[in-house]
């Protein structure tokens, strides 16, 4: 693990974009997947400069979603897809050659979990996948608790995540499950980047990155990932 401590959240947004980009330099037919929720918002408006500057050539790279609630699709508020769609895509003045964007609410989720899984198959392994942590050391939607053998799996959310995710949709939805890219597909990329910020991060990331590799904390399987960059700020640093 290579661990980068930053300054404050924009220097650790733009730190994750460059890794990011750098894969895309290494591999333009790359593909992407980056994470939803709060930390990756500057990082992936970063990510878009860099390819609206030409700093980065997207146009022959793949973008897939990590995960997403089941039950909402990429038109609902808080949704991971319309974070990617608004966020990231919509941003982009040069698009990706294709995308693969999760859809939640889809009326058969398995033939759902089945086409990422077709997908990841067909263009992957990840070149590059940027994952934020979650307070109970979740990656994309995989829990405490996860098979850690998993590909594309369907998980139901934990009582963590659950109190957790009022803060994206407040009482408008009610979500029991997530569909999630699964750790193996996570430790099967070229490159992963975990970015973390803020201090109510601080113990968690202590417990992934400095303590024993269980699933009760899936983070930590990262520490066996043989190119994983940890670019955090100071706040979440606080404990390392
Ligand atoms: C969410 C998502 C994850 C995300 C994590 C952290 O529930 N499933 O993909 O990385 O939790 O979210 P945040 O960045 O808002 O703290």
């Not at 569909?179 to 992963?192: N, T």
């Amino acid at each position: 693990m290579i661990l980068t401590i930053c300054k404050d959240y924009e220097e650790m947004s733009r730190k994750a974009a460059s890794l990011a980009a750098e894969s895309i330099h290494e591999n333009p037919s790359a593909l992407v997947s980056f994470p939803g929720g709060d930390t990756p918002l500057g990082m992936v408006h970063a990510f878009a400069d860099m390819v609206n500057t030409g700093e980065v050539d997207i146009s022959k790279a793949r973008y897939v979603s990590l995960d997403e609630w089941v039950g909402l699709s990429d038109k609902d508020e808080g949704s991971c897809g319309l974070f990617n769609r608004t966020e990231l895509l919509g941003r982009l003045q040069k698009p990706f050659l294709d995308t693969h964007i999760l859809n939640g609410a889809a009326a058969d989720i398995e033939t759902e979990r089945k086409a990422l899984d077709a997908y990841i198959a067909q263009y992957g392994p990840l070149d590059v996948s940027v994952l934020g942590i979650g307070m109970n050391g979740h990656l994309g939607f995989n829990e405490d608790g996860v098979d850690f053998s998993l590909n594309a799996h369907i998980i139901p959310l934990s009582e963590t995540t659950k109190t957790v995710m009022t803060k994206y949709f407040g009482e408008k939805f009610h979500p029991e499950y997530g569909i999630s890219q699964g750790i193996a597909q996570i430790m099967a990329a070229k490159k992963v980047i975990l970015i973390a910020n803020g201090a109510h991060k601080a113990e968690i990331l202590e417990k992934a990155l400095r303590g024993e590799v269980t699933n009760r904390v899936p983070a930590s399987v990262l520490q066996n990932h043989p190119n994983c960059y940890v670019v955090v700020d100071e706040a979440a640093a606080a404990r390392l």
